[in-house]
């Protein structure tokens, strides 16, 4: 009895064991990283911050299961430190372990109360494990954090339309979006509440708003965790850094980024790819044919390589090797709309205008969704004097009501006019000029009106 | 089997009794035994990977659970890949079930009669659709491939015709799931086929995963690729109605696709699981045309609005409320995910408050559907798991994707629990899982599983936990159209408890098409109160004094009123 009360003991207090890795089926740049950490906790694995590192280089590999058994082990071995928990409350995040990260996002606070990206993690990770009264309470404290508030509101909102609240809901929603006006979460959650209440046109307009948004969301500063994503200095690692900055629109830094992934690894395909199409927008239009020649030797993304070297081409207005280069990409790739599109914007351009219309139709049969091509075969139908076929085409295009309608909607004016249906283009070109103003589009407004007055 | 009929007022019943198996004794120790190679299974699905990480290789194949002979037992076809090019001898194989309903002591067993009849499909084959679309009484095929599509009559005597000209349903996109329904109730099967990604071989993206090794692309590589919805016009043929319904109006790299009538209007609906896209809710507005309320109705993407990997459906009254459920399987690290319905399709993500979202963090689930396994009157679930990119544990491991399967129990409390220990072997072997099919396969009364495995062994997970409760098979009929009456509601009255609601339907899960019987387990009674039937087209009928232990076949104006 005695023994086994001893073996339990030591069995509970053991620090996890590091973690064991298969190191040789690693690339090299990952192998070379992760190695030296672990060599490195094997020889001092009672060290917190030697196993802690470890974990801080499998995370920022994505070796989720590595890096919470390391992290694990550093937290067993210093119980008052704050990053070992909190990092791990990051990767059990990724996990979806959801109420194992809230109770290592609880053992971090202790160890640094005032840390408030772990006070969000768990009130977020509360809410996500279902225990929605404990994460009301930790959504409500950081209400009254500036940086927090949009999480705090975003959450209060969500809870309240879990439990039938939607009222109150909305309230928080709108807060949240007040706070952080281009977030998509937040207008979906909204226009999940508005129809519960029966409330359908604004949960259409929030929902248009969650498209248009898509996965923009607010950050709160965490240099815990910006620690781990620094120490990938890798060629991929260089490359997503430079997409990011491209989202971002620093140009500069994203082909910074790119080429600092070349220097590091050649042959990277992807890099070469992306690098086509950023000193296109810098019209830097030597380095990006030599980035296209670079993709082409080596066979990979060829389809992306094709399309990106023709718009590039076109941003040079050699429109006849554009329209070679969106052929290329075709025969790669013969679903490719995009490209189908941009071909029959040549083909118009040249005058070939049975030929667009059927181009911009080929596009819109393999993307049927794909508004601006559908627009293009209206305009097309309309140049060849086909108005009826034309508004048939435009007709689909005029939902959603956004930025990019009021044209449509004029088109379908045009169309109707021509089709000798007057009071209904005068409607519909009435309807655009409208939509125009809502949006800010002051010079098409204006135009409308002109063609408008001259209707009339 | 013994066939008796039976004249019960006011309604006719043809009942077939089958041997119930209740209160047979003590209880196995495992709720499954896998038997395919015992019961002469000999397939082993080819993905054809040889280095050039294309996509299709990691994503089929699929199974179709169907009596093509009309003998009373369920046959199976396993749907092959090969070489990409189509080139090759692996072909899809079909095999009859010998159980047969004259002698149910004989052991399963199988036959491969894939010469036979005709079904020796080669191509890149992905998954498997069921229906009597000419109404002749006999189920036929579609199969869907990374390639054209191909469509087999049933001739009735064993044998089948490709007649994918005729009918008008050859479609190059790479197609995945399928689903016949008479979505305009004119009495013929309509064909709905779910298309992935414009991935073509000389497209082929080059990916890598997070420590830099070249790994398969995910979907967000291409570009999705529109559904098709085809119409049944009564001749032979199809036509294309993708526009005129309006089922392209949303983008969505299309993986499941389930038949039921989420909005409770009795007009079926289409739901559509689609990879890293949001899933598509095609709400049926009674003109033959769609609507797509998938993101207002809550089941297209997490509550964090992003979508999820989303690749099997199960369809079911999961709570049993009287409305269609939905539980939808995602990639590792997402959850799947459970859309509890509130009759007017409105779901509310419960994932985490029904218990399914933790154990399926870890796994990466495709086949899928809720079934009672043990016929307590609970639909359970099961999830065939395999992964699309390299498990970190098995990373330099040869097909380092593998996952073992999960078994979920619905404890009847608003809470499944994993069962996959209870499950057996079968539930701890980790392979490559990815479609699933369902049915009494050897028709003892309890729901048994076929399981897919991507460049792996087919699996037949006989159940062997439904004879400790009483159960009812329900076939419908009808005549002239739509004879199986596909997406017809069964509901088995019970007294002082809820009913029990069945969609009669052969899709969901993940390529795969299941039994089109619908099972009912009834716990420790074999007593109902009467079995309801609400047609596809709308009348609903009545049976009454039908016990348990049997399937019945109800035929269409034989019932009396509600």
Redesign the interface.
Known sequence: MCLCAIVLSVAQTSPPPLPQLALDTYPAAAREAISRAHRDAAAQSTDADTVGALGRVLHAWEQWDGAHQAYARAQALAPRAFEWPYLDAIVLQRLARHAEAASRLREALAASPGYLPARVKLAESLLEADDLDAAQRAFEALAHEPAAEPAAAFGLGRIAAIRGRHDEAIAHLQRAVALFPEWGAAYYALARSYRALGRADEAVRALQRHQQYGPRWPGVEDPALAAVSALREDARASVQRGVKLAERGDLEGAIAAHEAALAREPSLAEAHANLVALYGRARNFEKAEAHYRAVVALGANLGTAHYDYGVLLGLQEKWDLAAEAYRRAIAVNPLNAEAYNNLGQILERQRQLEAAAETYRRAIDNQPTFRLARFNLGRMLLALGRPDTAIAELEKIVEPRDAEAPRYLFALATAHVRAGHREVGIKWASDARQLALEHGQDDLAAAIARDLASLK | MNRVLVRLAPALIVVSVMPGRTGSGAAPEELFVERAAAAGLAFTHVNGAAGGYYLPEVMGAGVALFDFDNDGDLDLFLVQGGALDGSGPATSRLFRNDLTAADPRRPLRFTDVTARSGLGLRAYGMGAAVGDYDNDGYLDLFVTSFGPDTLYHNNGDGTFTDVTRQAGVSDA?WSTSAAFVDYDRDGRLDLFVANYV?F?I?????C?D????RDYCGPRAY?P??DRLYHNEGNGHFANA??RAGV????GAGLGVAIGDYDGDGWIDLYVANDATPNQLWINKHDGTFADLG??S?SA?N????PEGSMGIASGDVDLDGDEDLFVTNIA???SVLYINDGHA?F?DAR??WGV??PT??FTGFGTDFFDYDNDGWPDLLVANGAVNVV??Q??QPSPFRMRNQLFHNTGQRRFEEASAAGGAAFARAEIGRGAAFGDIDNDGDVDVVVTNNNGPVRLLVNQAGSRNHWLAVRVTQAPGNRFGVGALVGVERAGRPTLWRRVRTDGSYLSASDVRVHFGLGSSPLTDGVVVKWPDGPSERWTGIAGDKLVTLERGTGGKP
């Open positions: 996109s414009d073509t000389a497209a082929n993206q080059v890598s997070a420590v830099g090794a570009h690729v529109p993708t526009e392209n109006k949303a983008d993101l207002l809550g993407v509550a964090q609005g992003n690290g997402e959850t409105s509310d985490a408050r979202a933790l963090a870890a970190e544990a990373r330099g």
